[in-house]
């Protein structure tokens, strides 16, 4: 049975800095195409970091410079290093993983808050 169980949400003063933890079980994430995806109030979920079996990551335009996706493949945890987090980035953040890059994701988390105060 797969796993993906998200920690390390909270809350954050603005210009401060978080780091959420996606630990997985049931896959080993050195095999799968990994990613991070958040939901803020009212919106969509959107991506917001990928990272592929490579270790080569995207970010969505408005996380560059700021956050760091990366992964433990020996631990088998996927990470989101947040520094310099705005009021925009409070949202539920999930993870998320696929076996081929071309495929949707099948395999989610159950999300963690992320809240920001200014």
């Known amino acids: 049975q797969v796993q993906l169980v998200e920690s390390g949400g909270g809350s954050v003063q603005a210009g401060g800095s978080l780091r959420l933890s996606c630990a997985a079980s049931?896959?080993?994430?050195?095999?799968?195409?990994m990613a991070w995806f958040r939901q803020r109030p009212g919106k969509q979920r959107e991506g917001v970091a990928t990272?592929?079996?490579?270790?080569?990551?995207t970010y969505e335009d408005s996380v560059k410079g700021r956050f760091t996706i990366s992964k433990n493949n020996d631990r088998n945890i996927l990470y989101l290093q947040m520094n310099n987090v705005k009021p925009e980035d409070a949202a539920v953040y999930y993870c998320?993983?696929?076996?081929?890059?071309?495929?949707?994701?099948?395999?989610w988390g159950q999300g963690t808050q992320v809240t920001v105060s200014s």
């Open positions: 990272l592929d079996q490579q270790g080569r990551p």
């Open positions: 998320a993983a696929k076996l081929r890059v071309r495929d949707d994701f099948r395999y």
């Open positions: 049931g896959i080993t994430t050195i095999r799968y195409f």
